[in-house]
């Protein structure tokens, strides 16, 4: 029977459990001669360090377990941890090579995940894709596959869900609200304010008093 204990390098060690007992249970004579004798610790002394190259490629391979990271944020985590430039980059383009990196497909799977999930537009997208490194060539092929009326269509969803929680406010504070939330997810101003209005025209507000009202962006 093994359990698995994490050390605080973030490395796994199997550890035997009947070892322990036995070293717990044994006298003090016992424990000596096996010290004397190599521990586990000891032959654990004698082992090579790991070269950075290959500390890169366990840091690496950790985080894309958990989700797809762009070369940047796997590049920026390696820093942090003290992996030498060079050895970084060697690490980071043969994955590259090999397709465990891959930010035309990170960027593309992020377009679609967060517009349909979240509802975000093509602005908000590309700027949160630059913050994780994406190359701006990358972002406008990945955004570029939202067209306008795609964009329209979800906007106009969003408003539909938000309508009834604005319903017994003033025409003013409809508008901005519905607007804002728009603006927020990144829509284009005009888009933004032709979708409210003729949601809440659809409501039976006046067409000329919604044109009066330009609630500020």
Not at 158 to 187: E, Q
Request: net charge neutral; hydrophobic share 30%.
């Amino acid at each position: 029977m093994t359990r698995r204990t994490e050390w605080p390098g973030g490395e796994d060690d199997t550890v035997s459990a009947a070892g322990d007992a036995e070293t717990r249970n044994a006298g003090p004579g016992r424990r000596g001669r096996k010290d004397s004798g190599g521990s586990a610790s000891s032959r654990a002394g004698t082992e090579p360090p790991r070269t950075p190259e290959e500390q890169a490629r366990a840091i690496c391979l950790r985080l894309l377990t958990g989700s797809p990271r762009t070369r940047k944020q796997l590049g920026d985590a390696l820093r942090r941890r003290g992996i030498p430039e060079e050895a970084a980059e060697e690490v980071l383009s043969r994955f590259e090579d090999v397709g465990l990196i891959d930010d035309a497909a990170f960027a593309g799977a992020w377009v679609e995940s967060r517009h349909h999930g979240r509802g975000l537009a093509r602005r908000a997208l590309a700027r949160e894709l630059r913050t994780k490194g994406v190359d701006s060539a990358l972002i406008d092929e990945a955004v570029g596959r939202l067209d306008s009326e795609q964009e329209e269509s979800t906007a106009r969803e969003l408003v539909d869900r938000k309508l009834r929680s604005t319903r017994g406010l003033d025409r003013d504070k409809r508008l901005r609200r519905l607007a804002g939330m728009l603006a927020r997810k990144g829509y284009p101003e005009g888009l933004a304010l032709r979708v409210v209005r003729r949601a809440l025209e659809e409501e039976g507000e006046d067409p000329e008093l919604l044109e009066q009202q330009l609630p500020e962006m």
